[in-house]
């Protein structure tokens, strides 16, 4: 069985991350990184092991003279398409960090120069993957809570718009796992307690691209004739709410549930459909979280982000795209964005929809208002003008 030789374009937080989950792998080497920092190059080039000599400043450079097989791309949002085109062009595999760009056109120009390449695009959204949600998909596929019938899941409490895109994108591939894909969506929206108008239209924080809504509300109609229901809901101070970061899941003859807060993580059973306190009707029993064999947990490597990189090598082997495709990403990305669409114009959206613009930018432009006025980068900064637009102390 071969090695895949893997080059890490970003060397910050989640460039760390995902070169650790790699580094751990018994078949993923690193062979380069990839920075404008000469400082992260360094920091993490000696924790991973990769010389001087592979640590570039120079994409192009560094895909000439490495070509490898996998390049992930963990860097912010506005940086995804064009970074993901230019790699593509190598006729390298990618991973992308979530979400996978910012609107459908781009999404859409990468997945066909993927194809018209022959390679996989992957999308690093590893809670799908991660050794709870193993736990939760195993028990659901051995029966034990009966046929799917609504999926519930909630975000960490960010600004909703900016939560949708950020946590909303793993939770909605957590969401698609158990219901399939979704027929049709229908959001809600509001600010400072009003549905949104054009003047509530932002740029995100993060590179995220145009968003709207402090509480973002949305029903979903998926493929296997279950319902759903996600929350991206702000709540005081910044994640304030991260326990509330949860996916349950209804069937017909019990419920599973999975917290992803890093404060409560775990997974749950309920052999009931419908929790009452107390009693047999409250005995959750706790799932075991489920490992590759050879996961090390002395290891550095977040164990969601090393099941993310063993399905990339189990995808690769077979052929096959990985759970976190590409064109779940996109999927995703048609999801989130009508919610946007179905808050601002008071309808239902079926997917996939048929325009693939920005639904709020078009939205603005249709109400007569130009571009959004600039937002500060980063994120408490971004929250703090936000409140100060708001009137807010």
Known sequence: MQNYRVAILGCRNRGTAEARAYHAHPRTDIVALCDLVQELLD??????????SARYRDLDAMMREVQPDIVAIPVGIEFHYPLAMRVLEYGANIEVEKPLCQDLAQADEIIAKAEQKGVRVAVHQQGRVSPYMQAVAQANAAGRIGQVRYIYGSGKGYYG?????DIGTHMLNNMLRFGGHVRSVSGIATTDGHRIGPEDVLEGPRGSGTIAGEHVTATLEFDHNATGTLLQHRFPGVGAASAAYTLEVYGTEGRLVMNASKRVEGAWWLPHPHHLP???HGNWQPLDPLYPDHYDPRSPADPADYWFVEEYV???DEGRDHECSGIEGRHIMEIMLGVFESAVYGRRVDLPQPQRD??????????????PTPMPRDLHEWYAAEDQRLGRA
């Open 161 to 165: 718009g900016y939560g949708l895109l």
């Open 43 to 52: 920091t993490l080039g000696a924790e991973v092991g990769v010389p001087p």
């Open 358 to 371: 920005h639904p709020l930018v078009r939205w603005r432009r249709e109400q007569g208002a130009g571009p």
């Open 278 to 280: 107390g009693g047999e």
């Open 314 to 316: 189990r995808a690769l």
